[in-house]
Protein backbone atom coordinates (compact mmCIF):
# COMPACT_ATOMS: atom_id res chain seq x y z
CA UNK A 1 0.00 0.00 0.00
CA UNK A 2 2.92 2.54 0.74
CA UNK A 3 6.56 2.70 0.44
CA UNK A 4 8.41 3.82 3.62
CA UNK A 5 12.24 4.48 2.96
CA UNK A 6 14.76 4.86 5.75
CA UNK A 7 17.73 7.20 3.93
CA UNK A 8 20.94 5.43 5.75
CA UNK A 9 19.45 4.04 8.72
CA UNK A 10 21.82 3.66 11.44
CA UNK A 11 20.59 1.84 14.42
CA UNK A 12 19.61 -1.84 13.47
CA UNK A 13 16.81 -2.16 16.26
CA UNK A 14 15.06 0.66 14.72
CA UNK A 15 14.90 -0.72 11.06
CA UNK A 16 14.35 -4.46 12.68
CA UNK A 17 11.09 -2.65 14.01
CA UNK A 18 10.32 -0.87 10.80
CA UNK A 19 10.63 -4.11 8.98
CA UNK A 20 8.01 -5.83 11.51
CA UNK A 21 6.43 -2.62 11.17
CA UNK A 22 6.41 -3.30 6.93
CA UNK A 23 5.73 -7.00 7.22
CA UNK A 24 2.50 -6.43 9.62
CA UNK A 25 1.04 -3.69 7.34
CA UNK A 26 1.28 -4.86 4.03
CA UNK A 27 4.10 -2.02 3.24
CA UNK A 28 7.06 -1.68 1.32
CA UNK A 29 10.43 -0.86 2.93
CA UNK A 30 13.48 0.66 0.97
CA UNK A 31 16.73 0.83 2.32
CA UNK A 32 18.63 3.61 1.08
CA UNK A 33 22.55 3.19 1.74
CA UNK A 34 25.10 3.29 3.76
CA UNK A 35 23.32 1.09 6.24
CA UNK A 36 25.26 1.38 9.83
CA UNK A 37 24.51 -2.44 10.08
CA UNK A 38 24.73 -5.51 8.22
CA UNK A 39 21.42 -6.86 7.92
CA UNK A 40 23.05 -10.22 9.73
CA UNK A 41 23.55 -7.60 13.01
CA UNK A 42 21.85 -10.03 16.00
CA UNK A 43 19.66 -6.59 17.33
CA UNK A 44 18.53 -6.34 13.27
CA UNK A 45 17.59 -9.75 13.67
CA UNK A 46 16.08 -9.55 17.70
CA UNK A 47 13.61 -6.53 16.60
CA UNK A 48 12.52 -7.83 13.37
CA UNK A 49 11.97 -11.33 15.03
CA UNK A 50 11.35 -13.48 12.05
CA UNK A 51 9.62 -10.79 10.00
CA UNK A 52 12.66 -10.57 7.49
CA UNK A 53 11.30 -13.54 5.26
CA UNK A 54 7.70 -11.85 5.69
CA UNK A 55 8.94 -7.93 4.76
CA UNK A 56 9.07 -6.71 1.44
CA UNK A 57 12.01 -4.78 1.77
CA UNK A 58 15.05 -3.65 -0.94
CA UNK A 59 18.32 -2.05 -0.77
CA UNK A 60 19.52 0.68 -3.03
CA UNK A 61 22.79 2.48 -3.50
CA UNK A 62 21.04 6.20 -3.19
CA UNK A 63 18.15 7.63 -3.62
CA UNK A 64 17.62 8.28 -7.00
CA UNK A 65 17.88 4.67 -7.90
CA UNK A 66 14.85 3.75 -5.33
CA UNK A 67 12.52 6.06 -6.64
CA UNK A 68 13.31 5.02 -10.33
CA UNK A 69 12.47 1.38 -9.45
CA UNK A 70 8.72 2.04 -7.79
CA UNK A 71 5.83 3.42 -9.09
CA UNK A 72 4.75 6.17 -6.19
CA UNK A 73 2.20 9.17 -6.20
CA UNK A 74 3.82 11.30 -3.89
CA UNK A 75 7.12 11.44 -1.66
CA UNK A 76 6.30 12.87 1.58
CA UNK A 77 9.79 13.77 3.67
CA UNK A 78 9.35 13.92 7.08
CA UNK A 79 11.80 16.28 8.91
CA UNK A 80 11.27 18.04 12.68
CA UNK A 81 11.98 21.50 10.46
CA UNK A 82 8.82 21.05 8.44
CA UNK A 83 5.99 23.61 8.78
CA UNK A 84 3.22 21.26 8.09
CA UNK A 85 2.03 18.60 10.30
CA UNK A 86 1.41 14.97 8.73
CA UNK A 87 -2.15 14.93 9.80
CA UNK A 88 -2.74 17.73 7.49
CA UNK A 89 -2.65 14.96 4.44
CA UNK A 90 -4.32 12.68 2.79
CA UNK A 91 -2.54 9.86 2.22
CA UNK A 92 -2.62 7.89 -1.12
CA UNK A 93 -2.26 4.54 -2.16
CA UNK A 94 1.29 4.33 -3.11
CA UNK A 95 2.57 7.29 -1.35
CA UNK A 96 6.19 7.27 -0.51
CA UNK A 97 6.98 8.01 3.21
CA UNK A 98 10.81 9.19 3.39
CA UNK A 99 12.71 9.33 6.84
CA UNK A 100 16.54 10.38 7.68
CA UNK A 101 18.62 8.52 9.90
CA UNK A 102 18.78 8.35 13.25
CA UNK A 103 21.52 11.55 14.52
CA UNK A 104 21.69 13.19 11.11
CA UNK A 105 18.11 12.97 9.64
CA UNK A 106 17.94 13.93 6.09
CA UNK A 107 20.19 16.05 4.40
CA UNK A 108 19.71 19.42 2.77
CA UNK A 109 20.51 18.18 -0.85
CA UNK A 110 17.14 16.21 -0.34
CA UNK A 111 14.82 18.34 1.76
CA UNK A 112 15.46 21.20 -0.88
CA UNK A 113 14.25 18.78 -3.90
CA UNK A 114 11.17 18.03 -1.94
CA UNK A 115 8.37 20.59 -2.34
CA UNK A 116 7.71 22.55 0.80
CA UNK A 117 3.85 21.04 0.74
CA UNK A 118 5.39 17.32 1.17
CA UNK A 119 7.57 18.24 3.98
CA UNK A 120 6.01 17.23 7.01
CA UNK A 121 6.37 16.97 10.59
CA UNK A 122 4.97 14.75 13.81
CA UNK A 123 4.08 17.26 16.47
CA UNK A 124 5.97 17.29 19.72
CA UNK A 125 6.40 19.75 22.33
CA UNK A 126 8.34 22.96 21.44
CA UNK A 127 12.20 21.99 23.64
CA UNK A 128 11.64 18.12 22.54
CA UNK A 129 14.82 17.12 20.04
CA UNK A 130 13.01 14.26 18.12
CA UNK A 131 11.06 11.24 18.40
CA UNK A 132 12.58 8.06 17.81
CA UNK A 133 12.61 6.74 14.02
CA UNK A 134 10.56 3.49 14.57
CA UNK A 135 8.02 5.64 15.85
CA UNK A 136 8.07 7.83 14.12
CA UNK A 137 7.49 5.58 11.25
CA UNK A 138 4.61 3.80 12.83
CA UNK A 139 2.56 7.11 13.54
CA UNK A 140 2.83 8.03 9.92
CA UNK A 141 2.10 4.47 8.81
CA UNK A 142 -0.86 4.12 10.48
CA UNK A 143 -2.11 7.77 10.13
CA UNK A 144 -1.90 6.83 6.04
CA UNK A 145 -3.50 3.26 7.29
CA UNK A 146 -6.59 4.88 8.83
CA UNK A 147 -7.15 7.62 6.09
CA UNK A 148 -7.75 4.64 3.94
CA UNK A 149 -9.76 2.57 5.98
CA UNK A 150 -7.09 -0.06 6.89
CA UNK A 151 -7.51 -1.04 3.37
CA UNK A 152 -6.41 -5.09 2.85
CA UNK A 153 -6.07 -5.20 7.03
CA UNK A 154 -8.15 -7.04 9.67
Known amino acids: MFHIILFNPEIPPNTGNIMRLAAN????????????????????????????????FFIYDNLDLCLKSINYNEIYAFTKFAKKSFNKISFKK?????FGNETSGLPDIIIKNIKNTNKLRIPMV???????????VAIAIYEGLRQNEFKDLV
Open 25 to 56: TGTTLHLIKPLGFNLNDNSLKRAGLDYKKDAD
Open 94 to 98: NDCLL
Open 126 to 136: AKSRSLNLSNS
